[in-house]
């Protein structure tokens, strides 16, 4: 979408369309078809249209309207009557006579009259309300303790009637280190997101990452939990079952930049998902997703390079010694004590399991799922503005390029929203008015880089005092310091191979036969043996966080 006001009109007549064509049963009756013809103002025919769209598409882009040109009722106001909406607001409808929005509209519109002023429609004053803190707004109405208990509900409060209504998501580092799975050497403790279904206690989805919490971090994990996990978990060899999937009504986070981010929140109104913030300084309002994360440390804490919560706990263990797991073993063992043991075990506040729980009140044919997984997870990468210049699109100072481009060459000036994955900036994804665009780099021969190489190579330049930064000399740059890893490995195991071949080839020491005095009580050497997780099959994925 572009950043100039028919965009911004458009998107708010398909956010509106989106919320009222949610309310429609499958099997619509004339009652229903009735309903909607008014709250929409459009014909019969515009309904069955609508409705058979969003359930063939159900992201909001797919309600867009078929021309850019103004909507009845859709105009922003003008800001003479911005000042009399806001007025009447202030000192009328934000107060505790809580009038109806009709009186607030005959308010408005008797002041609008008196200046020689077009009235708004009470169509569009309802959207403006809308757009207010509802919450804020009932505690200015109806008092902060009705407002907190429906609103900002305490972790005992909070609850949802069916699975997938609330969804909380959040971060934690994992009390746990990793390793490197070709030098086993210790990486560092991973960040763990989760996402939890308040209904049913289900685990709905987690991601590990090296990284900080980032929108990658946030969108890989919320991929994982709407999506169909069968082929996911066979792929690591679990036999247990995972049945949460589906995409949320509503997602509580708290207030970090990711949940923030310009890109997280549209693609969340694509998806007709309610965004939560938690208000700052309140915890409690967070107190599912906290208790889980407390609940999966105090597995983790069984590991062998556990750091445990506390240095009491802790004492003199060297967890990064005792790391055995690589991040894909971890990611492993995290998605078995999940599905089988935590989402079937008895959760005290549900007196069953989180898998009873969901299977009892899930209704499979009413779930919402993205038509197309890939499309989910591109609406929630990371996202930059440009503009689409003769030879391409300019990012991280490499010039992407694909042949759809052509069509777009010639059209206004405007910028479009590029896409990228900062594990991977072989590709982008171009954002237009007729889908995506999947882009690649002009020269083919670049390899796949990371965002984190990108910078590092960067900074080296930097660093050497060239000013002027330009894109053969970044690949360069990259190709040279993983010329520079590589020597460097095989440097290290070569003169280990060299160090085992000589104390293979030393004489050993004679064997002394001579019978030692036995120790009264001396008990037999303990038995070593190989590590059944060391051994584990596993692969490592890296993936890098965008600062910028």
Sequence with gaps: MSDNS????????????????????????????????????????????????????????ALLPNTSGPKPGMQPLDPAVEAIVAHHFREFYATRRKPTKTRFWREVAADCQARGLAPPSIRRLSRWLDLKDQGRLMARRE?????????????????????????????????????????????????????????????????????PPSLLSVALCLTHAVMEKTHWLTARDIN??????????????????????????????????????????????????????????????????????????????????????????????????????????VHSALETTPTAAWAAHTDEARLRMP????????????????????????????????????????????????????????RIFVVTDEGIIEAR???????????WEHRAARRALREAGRRSVDEELIFRTIQAQRDLVDSAERQTKALRRHKARRAHLEPRPMIDVTPEA???????????????LKDHPGFYVEEWYDDD
């Design 143 to 211: 008092g902060k303790d009705k407002a907190e208990r429906k609103h900002l509900a305490t972790p005992g409060t909070l609850t949802a009637d069916r699975p997938l209504d609330i969804v909380q998501i959040d971060h934690t580092k994992a009390d746990v280190t990793v390793v490197d799975p070709v030098t086993r050497r210790p990486l560092g403790r991973p960040t763990l997101t989760v996402a939890i279904d308040v209904n049913s206690r289900m685990i709905l989805g987690f991601h590990l990452s090296l990284e």
């Design 240 to 345: 247990t079952d995972w049945p949460a999937h589906g995409i949320p009504k509503a997602i509580y986070v708290d207030n970090g930049a990711e949940f923030h981010a310009r890109a997280f929140e549209l693609a969340c109104s694509e998806y007709q998902i309610d965004l939560r913030h938690r208000p700052p300084g309140t915890p409690r309002y967070g107190g599912h997703i906290e208790r889980l994360i407390g609940t999966m440390m105090g597995a983790v804490h069984l590991l062998p390079g556990s750091h445990f919560s506390n240095i009491f706990e802790r004492g003199d263990l060297d967890a990064e010694a005792e790391a055995v797991m690589t991040l894909q073993e971890l990611e492993t063992w995290l998605a078995l004590e999940i599905t089988g043991s935590y989402n079937v075990r």
């Design 371 to 426: 038509a197309d997984l890939r499309q989910f997870l591109v609406d929630f990468l990371p996202s930059e503005q440009r503009v689409l210049q003769r030879d391409g699109f300019h990012l991280f100072h490499i010039r992407y390029w694909s042949d759809e481009l052509r069509w777009l060459m010639g059209r206004e000036s405007r910028k479009y929203t590029l896409k990228y994955d900062p594990r991977d900036l072989s």
């Design 518 to 532: 036995e120790t009264p009580g001396a008990l037999p050497a303990p038995e070593t043996g190989g590590n059944a």
């Design 441 to 451: 780099p002009a020269d083919l021969t670049r390899p796949a880089i990371t965002l």
């Design 6 to 61: 028919a965009a911004d009109k458009d998107w708010e007549e398909a956010e509106f369309r989106a919320k009222v064509l949610a309310e429609l049963p499958e099997q619509l009756t004339e009652s229903d078809v009735s309903w909607a013809m008014r709250q929409l103002d459009v014909s019969r025919a515009t309904v069955y249209r609508l409705a058979k769209q969003f359930r063939e598409d159900a992201r909001t882009s």
